[in-house]
């Protein structure tokens, strides 16, 4: 059975850096993503893991933020570097790509300027 329990969000500074992790258990064959979600907005993909292993991120945040995962301990994390105000939100974890999805509660991030 899938469980994806999120942690590490909080707040810091423009230019600051935080790493969102996620305890991901049961997600052996699927794709893993963090997505956000800033208020009166949709939510957006950030970063994903696909099934082969390979990285993709979004315009936004290509080059700054960096997704991976430890295979040993089924958690993947979210490194964010050089924050700025725009990438504040409430970040979810998923498990995609098969049926049915899976998503993790979210964590507040707010970048202050």
């Known amino acids: 059975q899938v469980q994806l329990v999120t942690s590490g969000g909080g707040s810091v500074q423009a230019g600051g850096s935080l790493r969102l992790s996620c305890a991901a258990s049961g997600t052996s064959g699927y794709c893993l993503r963090w997505s956000r979600q800033a208020p009166g907005r949709l939510r957006e993909a950030v970063a994903t893991i696909d099934t082969d292993g390979s990285a993709s991120y979004s315009d936004s945040v290509r080059g700054r933020f960096t997704i991976f995962k430890d295979n040993t301990r089924e958690v993947f994390y979210l490194q964010m570097n050089s924050l700025k105000p725009a990438d504040s939100g409430i970040y979810y974890c998923?498990?995609?790509?098969?049926?049915?999805?899976?998503w993790g509660q979210g964590t507040q991030v707010t970048v202050s300027s």
């Open positions: 998923a498990a995609l790509c098969r049926a049915p999805n899976y």
